[in-house]
Structures are given as C-alpha cells and as structure tokens.
C-alpha cells in the first residue's frame, strides 16, 4: 500500500503562483510513475503534469511553460510549481502514484484563482 498525502492549495490571485506538495510513504517501489490531475468543477479529472523516476516529466498542452513537476526522491515528496494561474486553473488537484498492481490516490488539494 501507498499513501498519498497533497497540500498547498489555497486561494490565488490571477496571475499568481502556487506550489503544491505530495507526501508519498508506504511500499514504495522502484519504478513507478507521478502524476498530478485537475478536475475542475463539473468537468472529469485530467492528468497535467507527470514524472516517471527516471527524471522524465510530460505536460499537458495547458500547463506547459507553466507548471513544472519535481521529485525529492530523498523525503519521497513530489512537487507541482505552478505560476502564471488563470481561473481555469481552479479546481481539486490530485496526487497519483501508479506502478505495476498500484493505483494510489491522494484526497486531493483545492486550488482557487480568482481575485
């Protein structure tokens, strides 16, 4: 089992930046792969930043330039910098943690951009 735990969601200002972090403990393997989801109000979750522990990152078309996708494989906590924030931004995000049989997901953290 993997636990997941998100924060450093909060309300910003368009425009504004905001980091948010994924505390990941339990049984983790060697290879696995990091993802950070949005799900919007009213709209289904979708993947915007992942990274796979060999460095490799993948954005989605929305956040590139954007948001950029770290791992501190030492305290195991993943990070999504986020800036330039638009209202579409807003939302739940989700940590996931994917690896062959494992599917674990964070409770989500909720970003607002609004001013």
């Given at each position: 089992?993997?636990?997941?735990?998100?924060?450093?969601?909060?309300?910003?200002?368009?425009?504004?930046?905001?980091?948010?972090?994924?505390?990941?403990?339990?049984?983790?393997?060697?290879?696995?792969?990091?993802?950070?989801?949005?799900?919007?109000?009213?709209?289904?979750?979708?993947?915007?930043?992942?990274?796979?522990?060999?460095?490799?990152?993948?954005?989605?078309?929305s956040v590139k330039g954007r948001f950029t996708i770290t791992e501190d494989k030492a305290s195991h906590t993943v990070f999504l910098q986020m800036s330039r924030l638009s209202p579409e931004d807003t939302g739940l995000y989700y940590c996931n943690y994917w690896a062959v049989g494992v599917d674990s997901w964070g409770q989500g953290t909720q970003v607002t951009v609004s001013s």
């Open positions: 089992q993997v636990q997941l735990v998100e924060s450093g969601g909060g309300l910003v200002q368009p425009g504004g930046s905001l980091q948010l972090s994924c505390a990941v403990s339990g049984d983790i393997v060697r290879f696995y792969r990091m993802g950070w989801y949005h799900q919007a109000p009213g709209k289904q979750r979708e993947l915007v930043a992942s990274i796979i522990n060999s460095g490799i990152t993948n954005y989605a078309d």
